[in-house]
């Protein structure tokens, strides 16, 4: 990976004042697996994923778990929020849909996040209101994301026919 002449000076000016090594680029750090390509970078916890589906076997999941894994997967934010609102006394209905949570999880280990290194820096937002969208306790529910640059969510792409 080619280091930006900002970057560079950085490193140098910290190593002035601190000793440091480079190690180079990251790979995989905190359970998440980074990997780079033209123009940004692609982090994921496939491998974290296995391994946490591998010790559950699917039945005995922890909420935990789930919410460590929506760093890169925003797209189970919501429901693993929600399943964790009954982790004191959980029922078997919640495990049920812990269960389903860790399905879906199963087939689509290779999503993630990707992040643009020349992304304008922008400000972007997203919000969601449902007003008594829950057909139990026809309670309302609101949700927003606050981002600073381009960001996309990576899904595989399916081979097409042409």
Not at 14 to 25: A, H, R
Not at 126 to 141: E, L
Request: charged letters at 20%; aromatic letters at 14%.
């Amino acid at each position: 990976m080619k280091y930006s002449s900002h970057l560079l000076e950085l490193v140098l000016q910290l190593g002035k004042k601190f000793f440091m090594n480079d190690l180079g680029p990251y790979h995989f750090f905190l359970e998440i697996e980074v990997n780079y390509f033209d123009g940004g970078i692609h982090l994921n916890q496939r491998k974290y994923c296995v391994e946490m589906l591998e010790k559950t076997e699917m039945t005995l999941a922890k909420v935990e778990s789930l919410q460590y894994l929506t760093l890169t997967r925003l797209d189970i934010t919501h429901a693993v929020n929600l399943a964790s609102q009954f982790m004191k006394i959980p029922n078997v209905e919640h495990f049920q849909g812990v269960k389903k949570i860790l399905r879906y999880i199963k087939g689509t280990l290779n999503f993630g996040l990707r992040i643009i290194s020349h992304s304008p820096c922008r400000l972007y937002y997203y919000y969601n209101v449902d007003w008594g969208g829950c057909r139990k306790t026809r309670r309302s529910s609101t949700g927003f994301s606050i981002y600073i640059g381009a960001y996309y969510i990576l899904r595989p792409r399916r081979n097409r026919k042409q």
